[in-house]
């Protein structure tokens, strides 16, 4: 039996992530949009994350791709440049296999190497039994914030839950000037 790799994504991969996605859309609520986007807009939203420098991950097994994670920017104001928000999806016949932890680690260790100082993760239909914050609570998220009937979806209101990981001694130091974030951020101010 082959094991489950965590390999960075790529172009190619965009078919089978735009399917995950659009199962999560259409009869889940973790994401609160409510019409699967289509290819052209997951892979200009995959691009987007790419040239950023942010992570974007699959999990793949004897070639199938079955889950994928990626960081992104939390807000686009300089001063959140260490927060990254974190986004995990899981084929449906790939649940309940680890693959979602597995894909969680790598995304940590990335985020880390980069030089965030924060994860958070914005958990729609955050109850307490939901699979993703069981999953975040186990890599040692930690509760941070609830928005109460933030979303409406399937007929039902919807609670938004955020968990947020420290990474790299995060707000107790200050930034590393050899981060990714603070060479965007000093990149940026030189070409404007």
Excluded at 108 to 131: H, K, N, W, Y
Excluded at 135 to 143: A, C, I, T, V
Aim: aromatic letters at 8%; one cysteine or more.
């Amino acid at each position: 039996m082959s094991s489950i790799t965590i390999r960075p994504a790529a172009a190619a991969d965009l078919d089978r992530i735009t399917e995950i996605y659009a199962d999560a859309v259409t009869h889940g609520t973790a994401s609160y949009e409510l019409e699967p986007p289509i290819r052209s807009d997951m892979g200009a939203r995959f691009d987007g994350l790419v040239a950023g420098g942010f992570p974007y991950l699959v999990a793949e097994k004897d070639g199938a791709v079955l889950g994928y994670a990626y960081a992104g920017a939390f807000r686009p104001r300089p001063a959140y440049r260490f927060i990254v928000e974190d986004s995990v999806y899981v084929a449906p016949e790939a649940k309940g296999q680890g693959v979602g932890l597995l894909l969680m680690r790598k995304l940590i260790e990335a985020c880390r190497a980069a030089g965030f100082r924060q994860i958070v993760a914005v958990i729609g239909d955050g109850r307490p039994d939901s699979a993703s914050v069981r999953l975040h609570e186990k890599l040692g998220f930690r509760h941070s914030g609830r928005l109460e009937g933030s979303g409406y979806k399937h007929g039902r209101w919807l609670d938004t839950v955020f968990m947020q990981l420290s990474l790299n001694g995060g707000a107790s130091a200050p930034p590393d000037p050899d981060s990714l974030p603070e060479r965007k951020f000093r990149q940026k101010k030189i070409t404007t």
